[in-house]
């Protein structure tokens, strides 16, 4: 079955500490996305990356720190300087028709998600 | 800050009932995209309609987009239990090219 694997499901940060959330995808997906959930809240982006070695902020990058070393993998770190980081991690990829083409019309496919908690 | 903003932000019906969920957004969008997410999980598209389609069917869902007034409309037929969960609209705009907007979901509770 093809899918997005996030793992690990519950994790727990001491202060000071960095952590690093894990995000592989088997769909052949270029696209690849991180968002940030709070309680009763919509999904806001960290960072995207549209094709290997190469990523984008999004809106609430700073803190944060992401790697695309492999297409089929885009492992986020929660550093020290994220002063709240305690939320509900999700991660999502999608098709990228590439250069010249629609790109916006392409659903995008989540992972179950990791939650992070302040120790 | 959030494109879409959903209403009601919480919705009770009882199974068998019709429910709707209103989406308004401020940009002009290429497409909107609905997506629904069970408690404690990822979230699961349903639909995505074009800048140019005012309406598309998927099942017992109903979506509706009316560009001039910059909103959209949910409609699930014949609610059962399992249709419990948030829904999410989410823009896509030519100027964030493959980035989607999510609003702050609308909380469904379908009672048997």
């Known amino acids: 079955d093809g899918g997005i694997t996030q793992s690990p499901k519950y994790l727990f940060r001491k202060e000071g500490q960095n952590v690093t959330l894990s995000c592989e995808q088997n769909?052949?997906?270029?696209?690849m996305y991180w968002y940030r959930q709070d309680p009763g809240q919509g999904l806001r982006l960290i960072y995207y990356s549209q094709i290997v070695n190469d990523f984008q902020k999004g809106d609430i990058a700073e803190g944060y720190s992401v790697s695309r070393e492999k297409k089929e993998s885009f492992p986020l770190t929660v550093t020290s300087a994220q002063k709240n980081p305690t939320a509900f991690y999700l991660c999502?990829?999608?098709?990228?028709?590439?250069?010249?083409?629609?790109?916006?019309?392409?659903?995008?496919?989540f992972g179950d998600g990791t939650r992070l908690s302040i120790l | 800050s959030q494109q879409g903003e959903e209403d009601p932000q919480a919705l009770s019906i009882q199974e068998g009932e019709n429910a709707t969920m209103n989406c308004s957004y401020k940009t002009s969008i290429n497409n909107l995209q609905w997506y629904r997410q069970n408690s404690g999980r990822g979230l699961v598209h349903l639909i995505l309609i074009r800048s140019n389609e005012r309406e598309k069917h998927s099942g017992r869902l109903r979506v509706t987009l009316d560009t001039s007034k910059k909103s959209s409309s949910l409609l699930i037929t014949a609610s059962r239990a399992a249709d419990t969960a948030s829904y999410f609209c989410?823009?896509?705009?030519?100027?964030?090219?493959?980035?989607?907007?999510f609003g702050g979901g609308t909380r469904v509770l379908v009672k048997p």
């Open positions: 999502a990829s999608s098709p990228f028709a590439g250069a010249g083409m629609d790109v916006s019309n392409q659903p995008q496919h």
């Open positions: 989410a823009t896509a705009n030519e100027a964030a090219g493959n980035k989607l907007t």
């Open positions: 769909l052949n997906h270029d696209a």
